[in-house]
């Protein structure tokens, strides 16, 4: 058994004096697509932050790829192919779609040309001159996505990527991020939507007030859904 | 009775003051939209140049070789700032990044008066934009026509790196969201300090450029730091566009304010940001949502 591609052993995560995560681990293996899922202020976003090096833990450690990275810059986080398709999108409204997309490219040691984004996403070749700020929202996530993907990250972080979005577009994301998984990309996701989550992922942690409670396959979830119900009182 | 003649000739010093205040100005904002940080040293640098180009000025007789120096001074006094001391300090509170700011800035006025004294200096305009132009119905200082000509093309130039090249691109959704250009593996530190060299670089060109209108002098960059501040605060804290509207509007208040009443022109200044904080808390082209 190879050792996971991404390994959170332990992490202790702080903002400020208030502690957000307890001791959590988790493990994310090489084309494999895990949720991390539970309530409003769980700790799901702390969890990517701290992956990301936004928020450093104050005890514990994260290989990726071999690679120590809990005190790491973000940069060189991202540089060794972690990527953050973050909650809210945070796309920069003052560059066009296109400058979006070739910023998100600067540093990527293999970057996808941008026909490559355009394939996945023609609505974006569409809207490539206009501002960030003029986008939908749906357009805004498909950016944001487009955004990791162009730097062919070994892992990709969404965080919440469906949050706020008509069930429409939410239905051709998700047919967008299983054509993803399907091709063998990585991913970490956190979702409020349990259901659309659990449509992509292999397995799950479930994460409450900073602890990880539970680890469940898919399968598992499936077979029982009440689980679910227990720990998310959804 | 407004004298009609006096009355353009205001509004064009307005207009010259106004550009001197949009490029001096943009170094600020660019710097405070990336960084965080409000450098209260700013108006320090816009003195800084103009002493370091008179210092060259005085050994080589090159306006030239003065606005050269001046610029590329006060830029490399902006790096070594940033990357010596400003960086400690932008996980810390605001307070004390304004408190270092203001601090440096200190240093600076004292140190150059305690070189060169608290006399002012003379830098002349260089041979060719000395007099007055005849412009038909008035005439008008050459070298402050040159100067509009010359903030101008500045401008410009700031313009084309921030809207037309890859680092421009950067320092551009560093603006926004510099925390997420680090998350797609691009080194927000090296902006920073790329930022604090070219906001510190616009602060001495105008600082060196301006000192044939008027002499240079220990504090000369502290009124100009309140007219900057508020210029980025009516324009939109961290737009370049409202640096260069926010500059002129600035520039003609002073001005016209100065031909009744020059006490005033603070004042009217003030009145000014006042409105726009109350009607358009972000700035006429700010966009909400900064901290």
């Known amino acids: ?234 | 009775m407004i004298n009609w003649a006096n009355f353009v000739s205001q509004l064009f010093n307005g207009l010259v003051l106004g550009a001197l205040l949009a490029l001096i100005a943009s170094g600020l904002t660019i710097i405070y939209g990336t960084l965080g940080v409000l450098n209260l040293a700013h108006g320090a640098m816009f003195m800084l140049g103009g002493y370091a180009g008179w210092l060259a000025y005085t050994y080589t007789n090159s306006f030239v070789v003065a606005v050269i120096a001046g610029s590329l001074f006060v830029m490399l006094v902006g790096v070594i700032m940033e990357r010596g001391i400003i960086r400690y300090f932008y996980s810390r509170p605001h307070e004390d990044q304004l408190l270092v700011t203001f601090g440096l800035g200190m240093v600076f006025v004292e140190t150059v008066r305690f070189f060169f004294g608290s006399l002012s200096k003379t830098v002349p305009p260089p041979p060719g934009l000395v007099g007055i132009t005849p412009l038909g119905f008035m005439f008008y200082p050459t070298y402050r026509l040159a100067l509009l000509g010359i903030v101008l093309v500045a401008l410009l130039a700031l313009y084309l790196v921030l809207y037309r090249t890859r680092i421009g691109m950067v320092v551009r959704a560093g603006i926004e969201d510099s925390a997420m250009v680090g998350a797609l593996g691009i080194d927000v530190y090296k902006v920073f300090m790329l930022v604090f060299g070219i906001g510190a670089l616009a602060a001495g060109f105008a600082g060196i450029v301006n000192a044939p209108v008027v002499s240079i002098a220990p504090d000369v960059g502290e009124a100009i730091l309140v007219q900057t501040f508020t210029v980025i605060v009516i324009g939109g804290v961290g737009s370049f566009p409202g640096a260069v509207l926010g500059g002129v509007i600035a520039g003609e208040i002073i001005s016209l304010t100065s031909m009744f009443n020059p006490g005033y022109s603070h004042v009217m200044l003030f009145v000014a940001m006042t409105l726009v904080l109350v009607l358009r808390p972000y700035g006429l082209l700010g966009t909400a949502g900064r901290e």
Not at chain 1, 24 to 36: D, F, G, I, P, T
Not at chain 1, 67 to 95: C, D, K, M, S, Y
Not at chain 1, 141 to 170: C, H, N, S, T, Y
Not at chain 1, 203 to 226: F, K, T
């Open chain 1, 1 to 234: 058994m190879s050792s996971p591609l991404l390994e959170v052993d332990h992490i202790n995560s702080y903002y400020g004096d208030s502690h957000i995560l307890f001791d959590v681990s988790l493990e994310v293996n090489k084309n494999e697509v895990v949720a991390l899922l539970g309530r409003n202020g769980a700790g799901k976003t702390t969890t990517l932050n701290t992956l990301i090096g936004f928020v450093r833990p104050r005890s514990g450690r994260v290989v990726f790829d071999g690679t120590l990275t809990h005190n790491l810059q973000p940069h060189a986080i991202a540089q060794l192919g972690l990527q953050l398709v973050p909650e809210g999108r945070r796309i920069f409204g003052n560059l066009s779609v296109e400058e979006n997309l070739v910023l998100a490219g600067l540093t990527a040691k293999n970057r996808w040309p941008l026909e490559r984004a355009w394939e996945i996403f023609p609505r974006l070749r569409e809207r490539r001159r206009s501002p960030g700020t003029d986008l939908s929202g749906g357009e805004q996530q498909m950016l944001a996505i487009a955004r990791a993907l162009v730097r062919q990250p070994k892992v990709l972080l969404l965080d919440e990527p469906f949050e706020g979005l008509a069930p429409i577009i939410v239905r051709d994301l998700l047919a967008t991020c299983r054509a993803l998984a399907e091709g063998g990309q990585t991913i970490l996701i956190v979702e409020q939507n349990t259901t659309a989550a659990m449509t992509l992922a292999d397995r799950a942690y479930i994460l409450n007030n900073g602890h990880i409670v539970d680890a469940l396959s898919a399968q598992s979830l499936r077979a029982h859904p009440e689980l679910l119900h227990t720990h998310l009182g959804v």
